[in-house]
């Protein structure tokens, strides 16, 4: 009796229809450290942008005080180990890091890309090409991929532009007709593009060489309020944040649901309108919780 | 055998054959319920006197006519009311089908939901059909907004006077919405004829047979000349169509300019405005730009929204509109559509485009807070849980609502306050 029940566990296991449940995996975050203010002790305001960096480095886009921080995480210690003010980004919404050292800043008074050199000076304003019979472009948001790609949501136009790192167009997509307002893009290793549909509450992905669109998740709305930003991590999986409810969204590398972390709420570990967040190589998340005016970094784990 | 003569034995034949396919209905009728003969109707007729006034009237509805009580009552017992052998949907069903064809465009409520005495008098009426009352009457016995827009406008659409059905199907419509029996241009196309003097003129010379009429006119009425809707873009009042419009080519209707750039032109103080802001509303700023939210020829609504702003807003935002929904207390601008009261439509220098990114300066245009909470509240409080925040107002309340009294954020009687006063935590 014994061995059958054994055999009939062996083969139940190994067969294919335990593959599926082997292979979602649940992840979980768990509260590492938060950044509630610079060196100075001068609180952050506002911050909705942050952007992984090499190691355990990463940016923010302090956009209340109108400026950027470049932060040194050590174990759960987050320090400000710089801050770039500048006087062309008043009011700096999203921010990531070059492969140099360099920085790409999206401004929002002027809903413009600009690029800080790794000394912290102003490094002119980025040239987004106009389409053919098209509105200037108007950015919402940025991403930075594989050789420092620079991936862009124009929202005048309704496509995302992907420009090498000195600016000359590779290729730009076209949101679907049936998207309803572009908020945020993200790109993995491979180079995919996700674009987060806020409005139709969607992810669209566009892969490597691709030219169009094509619907990655279906509608999350029963699994987010207001979704706000987006990041891949190196395995292809994502992690939506839902500005409305707290909290963050993951899915798998194919859309699909894979759980839901954190939730509304003041203390650590809480989020209120998350802004934006970046999802590091070494398995660090890093949420700028805006309207909790601090940012905050989790280590994800499953 | 004369032609004539073969005419009336054909006749004669004929309504024997009829009589006799009549006959087995009555004697079924009969013999189901062991009636005598001929007692069918009658029977009822009896008791319900009072019925002899409705046979009297100018439509009776056949089965009454024929004395077919039974064809839709039971007469000894029944699961419903009146009587009625089935649910009134199903009995209505049973001779008149649906009345909705499959995959209808739009269907009139109250065939989904099988009232069909809503409308129809089962025994009979003064008005055809069976209708309770005749013409617009009834309809607008329901779709009382019509009527209190019909009773103020000063123009009123001619057909709307005679009736209702001279546009809309009473039950459904196959192809278009409102139950109309054709959609706009085409309905509207029956009537009003491009070619007739003046059209062509009233639309400045653009090809408009293609729109949708009521894009600009209100099918009913308005107080506008032309039953233009009550809010009119001064440039179409004007029939200045080429403000916005390049020449028609080969009849198609093409814009000057495409997303903000289109209403700079008139608008520049309020887009600069809308520009030197640090948040603008992402839709201001997409290739549609001002048309998400308002039309660019009439509305309905004031300042041109393409609906009301519950509606409008909630069409992108229906998880604000939902948790307002759920709210075990209402706040009225929320549950109201009253938006602007505490959020700027364009753009503002406050996160969630606040009017103020001081609470209290919001919420005090409504609540004398001072007299509601002796709380300290701003710089004079720091928020327990986080060392980056004042107590203010949405401290403890969320304005769109919550599942908790006053839309807290906890019981109020206890897990609220306990978030920070952790030291009186047992």
Known sequence: MKSSLVTAAAILLTSPLSTPLAAAEILKLRHTATIYADAGDVPLRVPQGVGCGPGDTFLVADSGNGRVLRVQLSGTLAQVTGIVKLPEIPYPIRVDGGSDGSMVVLDGRRRALARVRSDGSFGGWIDVPRP??????????????????????????????????????????DLPGEARGLSDVAVDARGSIFALDGVGRKVWVARSGESAFAPLSGSLSEDLDFPGAIDADAAGRLMVTDLAGGGVVILGPDGSFRGRQSAFGWKEGFLRYPADLCWSRRGLVVIADRENQRVQVFAVGE | MSSRRRGRVILAVAVVVVAAAAAPVRAQEDSRFHLKPGATGKVCLGCH????????????????????????????????????????????????????????????????????VSCHDPHGSPNKSNLLRAGK????????????????????????????????????????????????????????????AGFAQAHAGFPVTGADCTSCHDPHGSSNRAILWATVHEPVGNRMCGQCHGEPDAGKVTLKRTGIDLCRGCHNDLILEIGSRNRVHWPVMDGIACANCHEPHASRTPSLLAAQPKQLCGSCHQDSIARQDRSLTKH???????????????????????????????????????????????????????????????????SHGTSFKFFAHGDVKGGLCMQCHTQITR
């Open chain 1, 132 to 173: 053919e019979e098209g509105p200037a472009p108007v950015v919402r948001s940025f991403a930075l991929g594989p050789g420092d790609a620079l991936v862009v949501a124009d929202v005048a136009a309704g496509r995302v532009v992907q420009l090498t790192t000195s600016g000359v167009l590779e290729r730009v997509i």
């Open chain 2, 49 to 116: 006197v009072d019925f002899e006034e409705v046979l009297g009237r100018a439509s009776v509805h056949t089965p009454v006519k024929g004395g077919q009580c039974t064809g839709c009552h039971s007469p000894h017992a029944s699961d419903h009311g009146k009587m009625l052998a089935a649910s009134p949907d199903a009995v209505c069903a049973t001779c008149h089908g649906t009345m909705a064809p499959e995959g209808a465009a739009s269907v009139h409520e109250a065939v989904t939901q099988g009232q069909c």
């Open chain 2, 137 to 196: 009457d009834l309809c607008l016995q329901c779709h009382a907004a019509v009527k209190a827009s019909l009773d103020s406008a000063t123009h009123r659409h001619v057909p709307v006077d005679r009736d209702c059905l001279e546009c809309h199907d009473p039950h459904a419509s196959k192809d278009s919405k409102a139950l109309l029996r054709k959609a706009p241009p085409s309905l509207c196309l029956d009537c009003h004829k491009p070619g007739q």
């Open chain 2, 332 to 398: 009225p601008p929320v549950d109201e559509g009253e938006c602007t009261l505490c959020h700027q439509p364009h753009a503002s220098d406050a996160t969630l485009l606040r009017a103020s990114d001081d609470d209290r300066e919001i919420c005090g245009a409504c609540h004398d807070w001072s007299g509601h909470t002796a709380h300290p509240l701003g710089e004079a409080a720091t928020d327990q849980r986080n060392p980056n925040l004042q107590v203010t107002c949405t401290s403890c309340h969320r």
